[in-house]
């Protein structure tokens, strides 16, 4: 199955919470799909790490930690996934 909508959209929507991917999730894509997945993860989370937060503000500090953290679980269970079935990546 491939990917719906755009691969950067759906890194974005994981980095905001909205969906969180799982191996259940995962067997619906093909090997070219999850390298494409991870190459979106990592530029996303180069954006969201190119944000400039004042240090002052503690919620949008807290909110770009939190969407770093989705995203590297996100990317974690991927590389796993991955790993487990033998895909390169």
Known sequence: MAIAGSPKKLAQDISEGYLSLSPPLLKNYTPADCKIVVAHLSMVGR???????????????????????????????????????????
């Open 47 to 89: 954006e969201v790490r190119g944000e400039q937060v004042p240090l002052d503000d503690v919620m949008a500090l807290k909110a770009k930690n939190m969407k770093l953290s989705r995203l590297h679980q996100a990317e974690v269970v991927l590389r796993a996934y991955c790993k487990k079935k033998r895909i390169p990546l």
